[in-house]
């Protein structure tokens, strides 16, 4: 049936490579690989419909997300309409209906066709020992604590180590949507003056954070009374500062909102930063965690007591401004995002600091504590990493958080720079050097 594949005005297609299921928001499929009609390859997303009129009735036309779309797939259409994208239909190729091939894949293990969507990497990683596989992934490890920390020790040499590390930490507050909002208010948050003193109480603090976002609500809810009493406090705090920041308040447009976790959107953790800022002893709070001695099965929940906020009066509560009020309260930091916070910017911050410094013993306590975290929270670019190096195989070793850092590095350095046919990716070779040279 493949050889019969054709879009709706004729041309025929060869899909090379499906690309990979997008379990987010936007094309259903990133990263394939077709052909149409005698043109070359072409590397891009697919999208997936019932019909050609819902590109535009789902408004991908508008969306910036689907620009990258090279094939439009659906189930059945014609030519009427118009459409700037090629369209596939799937109805006259296959020999079955719509309902019993949802039956079938429904019933069906997705194992067997995912290994085929396996890199070139695959075969070459299962013949090593997993000692050998294990190194690889410490060394990528290694790599990607360096480049953090030469990150952060390029920003202090401009801002000082307290400005990169703030930087550091909102960026990662951020998640992966908001990571450039967040630095920026990291930025601003020098505007104001007694910084590190304290002074200013979190109330004032979420006001000017919510408020320079661009994220507090000019209106009342009008229906929530314990968010519109908490809003007016925000008010009566920023009415009298918006005017002196104007020109750096953030619009709202440069914000992702939807298709957040109701934990991750940014509203809640700037309510969390302000907690940090108003504390104003957060970076020494830091340094007495990380000299302190201690198991390493306790280092995640000792900087989740570092960095946990006291119970917020309205956000320990609430998901949004107009949410309901949860029946019981919920922690403003969750365990994952601590080692998030861990990895990527306070374990390279001591690094690179002791680097500067000279400081063998505190870099190797730095380096120790990266290796020994444990793994954390699971999330799609690792799950395509592990199918594509791995073929979808348990990995046992992938057990610490550094292993994970690893994996990724290894995306970055390599799949990020070949197709998903994995064309001039020069990692299979490295990992059959390396199995040469273990032997």
Not at 191 to 202: I, K, L, N, Y
Request: hydrophobic share 40%.
């Amino acid at each position: 049936m493949r050889d019969q594949l054709k879009t709706l005005d004729g041309q025929p297609v060869r899909v090379l490579h499906p690309g990979f299921w997008n379990r987010e928001a936007g094309p259903d499929f990133r990263g394939a690989v077709v052909q149409i009609g005698s043109g070359g390859p072409r590397h891009g997303d697919l999208e997936i419909d019932l019909h050609p009129r819902l590109w535009k009735g789902h408004h991908h036309d508008q969306n910036p997300s689907y620009r990258n779309v090279i094939l439009h797939v659906v189930w059945d259409g014609d030519r009427s309409g118009s459409s700037v994208l090629p369209v596939l239909p799937l109805k006259s190729v296959l020999d079955s209906p719509l309902t019993d091939l949802k039956a079938w894949l429904d019933q069906t293990s997705t194992q067997n066709w995912l290994t085929l969507l396996s890199g070139k990497c695959a075969a070459p990683l299962r013949e090593v020992p997993a000692s050998l596989a294990g190194q690889i992934l410490n060394q990528a490890a290694r790599v990607r604590l360096r480049a953090k920390a030469a990150q952060m020790q390029a920003r202090a040499q401009q801002a000082g180590w307290e400005q990169a590390l703030w930087e550091g930490l909102f960026g990662t507050l951020g998640y992966k949507h908001n990571v450039w909002p967040m630095r920026r208010l990291a930025e601003l948050r020098t505007a104001f003056g007694s910084v590190e003193t304290g002074s200013s109480s979190v109330l004032v603090w979420q006001a000017r954070l919510l408020g320079l976002a661009g994220l507090l609500p000019a209106q009342l809810t009008g229906t929530r009374c314990h968010a519109d009493r908490y809003l007016r406090q925000l008010w009566d705090i920023w009415w009298r500062e918006r005017e002196e920041y104007s020109d750096v308040i953030l619009p709202e447009v440069v914000w992702r909102l939807s298709g957040l976790r109701p934990a991750n959107r940014p509203q809640r953790r700037l309510a969390l930063a302000a907690h940090w800022l108003a504390s104003g002893d957060l970076s020494a709070r830091l340094e007495r965690w990380f000299a302190t001695a201690m198991p390493d099965r306790d280092l995640p929940s000792s900087l989740l007591e570092v960095l946990q906020a006291r119970r917020d009066d309205f956000w320990s509560w609430h998901w949004t401004f107009r949410s309901a009020r949860l029946p019981q309260p919920r922690p403003l930091l969750g365990a994952q995002r601590v080692t998030d916070l861990a990895v990527n910017v306070i374990l390279p911050w001591f690094w690179v600091r002791a680097e500067a410094g000279k400081n063998e013993a505190l870099q190797q306590l730095a380096d120790r504590r990266y290796f020994v975290w444990p793994k954390a929270e699971d999330n799609a670019l690792l799950r395509m990493a592990r199918q594509r190096l791995f073929g979808g195989e348990r990995v046992c070793w992938l057990n610490t958080a550094a292993g994970q850092q690893g994996l990724l590095q290894i995306v970055r350095d390599f799949c990020d720079h070949s197709n998903a046919l994995c064309e001039h990716c020069q990692f299979p070779e490295l990992v059959r050097e390396a199995k040469k040279l273990e032997n």
